[in-house]
């Protein structure tokens, strides 16, 4: 049972344009909300994170919405540039310090 | 460069072995968690320890252990090792107390191949 999912496995944008990324979740207690970014041989890197007081969060070119009456949150990178090409997780968690729950991830192309 | 550091980057086996990998996290994070990254099944939780105390579990096989010294580094054994167990094993540490976040900063992985 997936309780996290990121349904598009790939996106393509265009340099200077928005990327959207996508993320649903089923748990209910998940309060803590987490994007990371990641190289191909390298760990993931924490992008931006939101816990469920809040309906967004916003750190440069990134901005997380958080809309928990639909179990969905997304990431919002304005404007996409070409180093932003990497795979994004969103990942959830209960409690600030618990494991985190993660979507399988979306690969995102960003064409110059 | 996230500050938590994984050893060894590659590592290649046979089948029944058994190895350890190691991790050191960010100075002054108590917390350190392991996970594993397979094709099929996405990054899984393994466990996390909490100043040398297993803290939470997740779907860590029994053939695998792991635990947290004094000095806070981790190690995580992986014994009777069979062709699946091939995959990445990152680690990851946090603060615990003082970032409500909650974030976790991950190394760069030990990627295991078993033959």
């Known amino acids: 049972d997936q309780q996290v999912k990121q349904n598009s496995p790939s996106l393509s944008v265009q340099e200077g344009r928005i990327s959207i990324l996508n993320c649903d979740y089923t748990n209910s207690m998940f309060d803590y909300f987490l994007w990371y970014k990641k190289y191909p041989a390298e760990g993931p890197t924490f992008l931006i994170s939101?816990?469920?007081?809040?309906d967004k969060n916003e750190d440069g070119r990134f901005t997380v919405f958080l809309n928990k009456s639909a179990k969905h949150l997304s990431l919002h990178i304005v404007p996409s540039q070409p180093g932003d090409s990497a795979v994004y997780f969103c990942a959830a968690s209960p409690n600030a310090g618990n494991m985190l729950t993660f979507g399988g991830g979306t690969r995102l192309m960003v064409k110059p | 460069d996230s500050g938590v550091t994984q050893t060894p980057k590659h590592l290649i086996t046979a089948t029944g072995q058994r190895v350890t990998l190691r991790c050191s996290p960010r100075s002054g994070d108590l917390s350190v968690y392991w996970y594993q990254q397979s094709l099929d099944q996405g990054l899984q939780f393994l466990i996390q320890y909490y100043n040398g105390e297993e803290r939470a579990k997740g779907n860590i096989l029994e053939r695998f252990s792991a635990q947290q010294f004094p000095d806070l580094h981790s190690e995580l054994n992986l014994s009777s090792l069979e062709l699946g167990d091939s995959a990445l094993y990152f680690c990851?540490?946090?603060?615990?107390?003082?970032?409500?976040?909650?974030?976790?900063?991950f190394g760069p992985g030990t990627r295991l191949t078993v033959l």
């Open positions: 990851a540490s946090s603060v615990q107390t003082g970032d409500p976040s909650g974030t976790q900063y």
């Open positions: 939101i816990s469920s007081i809040k």
